[in-house]
């Protein structure tokens, strides 16, 4: 017999777990099924989170809401949403997870976000914990004011992130990992004018020591040194399920929303790094609530 809902949240991140309170406090039911893999939990210490100057771990932020959201009545299981189709013939969606449950919802909120391309070091998870390896220069550049800084990356995701860093730091340092980097002679004068170094030879090690990164060997065997190291690879959307049931995407595959966070396809919503904005715990708490509320006030309009 397929499990009723009013709303199915898929990812179970700061995005999903905010929907997942709010729907909660709504009175309506509310299931999250989450892989375990939100991007939170990579993060060692959040300072720019409000409410926590003295900063927070992301798998203790995402322990917090979970108990939060569980408090309120709300059901968070460990899973994968394998498909999800429109019921076809009433308002709503038909999902299935991957152990083969059939879920009947009448809205879906889909908060899976992103998967980071990550460089192709040794001890990758443990570097980023250390904060020797950072994801992300507007949650934590703060942290590195005047340091050395390499940005590792060889697309336009990485030019802008080398060029957002130079306002923290007069020692930044653009690393392609022997990937030429395809830049227009405007682009090449911003480098030169910012006073960013462009290195377009292979990476052979990142040499630590101490609890810190010491120095990069190239493959010459020249030697930089660095204070830290930000990946900025790009990311790839996890829009999978959105595009099972036709929404709306950009050209990176995030998907498009309205104001109320409702994707082209009625009934189905997305809030988080999925969305095409900007990646931020912030902001995929309130686009989560802007998510939820709509879903709610769509039930109310129509079952009161």
Not at 71 to 87: D, F, H, K, Q
Not at 107 to 136: E, H, N, S
């Amino acid at each position: 017999m397929a499990l009723e809902l009013d709303c199915l949240i898929v990812g179970g991140g700061p995005a999903g777990l905010t929907a997942a309170i709010y729907l909660a406090r709504y009175r309506r039911t509310a299931l999250v099924v989450d892989e375990g893999k939100s991007r939170c939990s990579w993060i060692p210490s959040s300072h720019n989170h409000a409410g926590f100057p003295e900063g927070i771990h992301g798998t203790d932020l995402l322990d917090r809401m979970r108990d939060q959201a569980r408090l309120y009545g709300a059901r968070i299981e460990t899973g994968s949403i394998a498909s999800v189709r429109e019921a076809g013939d009433r308002a709503g969606f038909v999902a299935k997870t991957a152990d083969g449950r059939v879920i009947d919802t009448t809205a879906v909120i889909l908060a899976t976000g992103v998967i980071d391309d990550q460089p192709r070091l040794p001890d990758l998870y443990d570097a980023v914990q250390r904060g020797l390896i950072r994801v992300c220069p507007i949650c934590d550049a703060y942290e590195v004011i005047d340091r050395r800084i390499a940005v590792i990356g060889h697309g336009a995701h990485a030019f802008r992130e080398a060029q957002f860093l130079r306002t923290y730091s007069a020692d930044v340092t653009l690393l392609t990992l022997g990937r030429r980097m395809e830049l227009t002679e405007e682009e090449k004068a911003a480098l030169r004018d910012d006073g960013i170094t462009l290195e377009e030879e292979p990476v052979e090690a990142v040499v630590t020591e101490g609890g810190r990164i010491t120095k990069v060997i190239l493959r010459s065997r020249r030697e930089l040194a660095f204070d830290t190291l930000y990946s900025a690879l790009g990311t790839l959307a996890r829009s999978t399920l959105a595009g099972q049931v036709g929404a709306a995407m950009d050209g990176g595959g995030r998907l498009i929303v309205d104001g109320h966070q409702q994707t082209s396809v009625p009934g189905f919503y997305a809030a988080g790094d999925v969305v095409s904005t900007l990646n931020q715990i912030s902001v995929a708490m309130g686009e989560a609530a802007k998510a939820a509320t709509a879903v709610h006030n769509g039930l109310r309009r129509r079952t009161g």
